[in-house]
């Protein structure tokens, strides 16, 4: 398995945000094994409508992807569980272009799971998986084309617009002609439903958010008390993102040896875990093409609440 991660750049993130206003620290400490796992319980919520309606469009769409792109290279960023990578898999051996497929994630467990699993359902098909941070690594894709780089659950969501920009830019400079990107992206809905999505009654999704303060403590060497936080999920109608983080409960502070540094929270102060953005099609299209992407199709579920997009380079 290849190994890529590079946790200097991360640690150096992890000061800009603690020091920053407000608050925050990166999103891919969600994502250690423990991490991972929880994320995999939080897909199999009832409130966590993203993944099912995913897998609605992907079961009706798939057919029509595979044999659109004729990819013989899959890889997936971000790819975890890989679950509802199955139907791109099913439909690319059914058409009998598939030879490899690539999935890129920052859990190494994660990866091994799925990769076996994958490697064993599909005897047929090079499973080559990689140890990465999808952003940095995203400009140097292997893989023999045609490629389809498939970037799913709304992912994309957990990044900013400055970010989305840049990963997309990086996307479009990698991709060549005959290669695709297919990117689902949750959609702008009641926010009732967005927020019953982020806040479980089962506290599994605030646990989840939690391990990443338990992860920065292991990894460097760092004081945060879960107790003394409480778990706040909002909606921003700004940004029309999830706000997803902790709130401090009394004025206190943390001390993080592994970085230098002590950090002092004021009471109520906010530490920000991630953002998890929603869409509108427009927006998509548009920051799609302002990256150098074509959006070719877009499909939603019956119910409009998630998106799928098959985009390639502009020509
Ligand atoms: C991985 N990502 C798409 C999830 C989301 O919905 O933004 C992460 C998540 N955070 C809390 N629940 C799920």
């Known amino acids: 398995m290849s190994r890529v991660a590079s946790l200097p750049s991360l640690y150096e993130e992890t000061r800009r945000g603690l020091v920053a206003e407000p608050k ?42 595979a044999r659109r792109t004729g990819a013989r290279t899959l890889l997936e960023l ?35 799971t799925s990769g076996q699993a994958i490697a064993a359902a599909y005897p047929g098909v090079v499973v080559e998986p990689i140890v990465g941070d999808f952003e940095r690594d995203v400009g140097s894709l292997p893989g023999r084309g045609p490629r389809l780089v498939a970037f799913l659950g709304s992912t994309v969501g957990n990044l900013g617009p400055d970010r989305r920009a840049t990963l997309f830019g990086a996307l479009a400079a990698e991709l060549v002609e005959d290669d695709w990107l297919l990117l689902g992206v949750d959609l702008v809905k009641e926010v009732s439903r967005i927020e019953a999505a982020y806040d479980d ?11 990443a303060l338990t992860a920065v403590n292991r990894e460097l060497d760092a004081t945060f008390e879960q107790r003394r936080f409480v778990y706040e999920p909002h909606w921003d109608p700004v940004e029309r993102w999830m706000d997803i ?30 953002i998890s953005a929603k869409f509108r099609r427009g927006q998509v299209e548009g920051e799609l093409r302002r990256a150098g992407l074509r959006a070719e199709s877009w499909s939603t579920d019956p119910h409009g609440d998630f998106a799928v997009v098959l985009a390639r380079p502009e020509s």
């Open 245 to 274: 983080g902790l709130r401090a409960l009394a004025a206190h502070s943390v001390s993080v040896q592994g970085l230098d540094l002590a950090v002092s929270f004021a009471k109520d102060e906010r530490l920000r875990v991630e």
């Open 201 to 211: 009654h089962t506290g599994v999704t605030e646990a989840f958010v939690r391990n």
């Open 78 to 112: 971000g790819a975890g569980s890989v679950r509802n990578t199955r139907f791109l898999l099913d439909a690319l051996a059914d058409a009998g272009t598939i030879e490899r497929f690539i999935p890129l994630d920052v859990s190494e467990a994660a990866l091994q």
């Open 24 to 65: 925050e620290i990166p999103a891919v400490w969600l994502y250690d094994d423990r991490g991972s796992q929880l994320y995999e319980k939080v897909t199999r919520l009832p409130a966590y409508y993203l993944p099912r309606r995913e897998a609605e469009i992907l079961g009706e769409r798939a057919a029509h992807i």
